[in-house]
């Protein structure tokens, strides 16, 4: 069982708007500690998407973005793509495990 | 610029000890947070612990009795020992740096491409 929760799937048609739901607790998420997003294509290592809840870094396309609220976050990707097939991650800090890195169990989105 | 990679044995025999090594290149360990993470086949991401460039280090709770993670700064190197390993290890093993803004908590903003460890009994 992962500290963040990410449904195990989503889908989507090239061109639509598909989000990822992350959630979390009062000690992760809800105590203010930021959310962080990899996107990990076939094969690959994990790539950094989005830090610090809604910043992309350079490189990444406008259209992925990022939100928090309360206990819980949201990764949006708009304007689907065949090439944004990948399992998606979100990552926050936990105090009550003093854990550095917990992760949610990854998200497998596929393009329709 | 800064690239990460991951070197060690392939097969591990079960109830042995794990030994993985990152060489860092195009930068310096230096100034910066060094984290291990693993994923298990088909499975999702675990962090392991970090170790700062001084030395101090901090070990996810699952496994912080069963591993140790050190540094060689003259070497630019970090690497990683998990004991008495079972096929519950068998994962890729990625290194990953550590990176921030002063408006952000920590991040991984550098992966190496990651080694596959399979245990066997």
């Known amino acids: 069982q992962s500290v963040l929760t990410q449904p195990p799937s989503v889908s989507g048609a090239p061109g639509q708007r598909v989000t990822i739901s992350c959630t979390g607790s009062?000690?992760?998420?809800?105590?203010?500690?930021?959310v962080h997003w990899y996107q990990q294509l076939p094969g690959t290592a994990p790539k950094l998407l989005i830090y610090g809840n809604n910043n992309r870094p350079s490189g990444v396309p406008d259209r992925f973005s990022g939100s928090k609220s309360a206990t819980s976050a949201s990764l949006a990707i708009s304007g689907l793509q065949a090439e944004d097939e990948a399992d998606y991650y979100c990552?926050?800090?936990?105090?009550?495990?003093?854990?550095?890195?917990?992760f949610g169990g990854g998200t497998k989105l596929t393009v329709l | 610029q800064v690239q990460l990679q991951e070197s060690g044995p392939g097969l591990v025999k079960s109830s042995e000890t794990l030994s993985l090594t990152c060489t860092v290149s195009g930068g310096s360990i230096s100034s910066y947070y060094w984290n291990w993470i693993r994923q298990p086949p088909g499975k999702g991401l675990e962090w392991i612990g970090y170790?700062?460039?001084?030395?101090?280090?901090n070990y996810n709770p699952s496994l912080k009795s069963r591993v140790t993670i050190s540094g060689d700064t003259s070497k630019n190197q970090l690497s990683l020992k998990v004991r008495s390993v079972t096929a519950a290890d068998t994962a890729v093993y990625y290194c990953?740096?550590?990176?921030?803004?002063?408006?952000?908590?920590?991040?991984?903003?550098?992966w190496g491409r990651g080694t596959l460890v399979t245990v066997s009994s």
């Open positions: 990953a740096r550590w990176g921030r803004t002063v408006t952000t908590d920590w991040y991984f903003d550098l």
């Open positions: 170790i700062y460039y001084s030395g101090s280090t």
């Open positions: 990552q926050s800090y936990d105090s009550s495990l003093s854990a550095s890195g917990v």
């Open positions: 009062t000690s992760n998420i809800g105590a203010d500690y930021d």
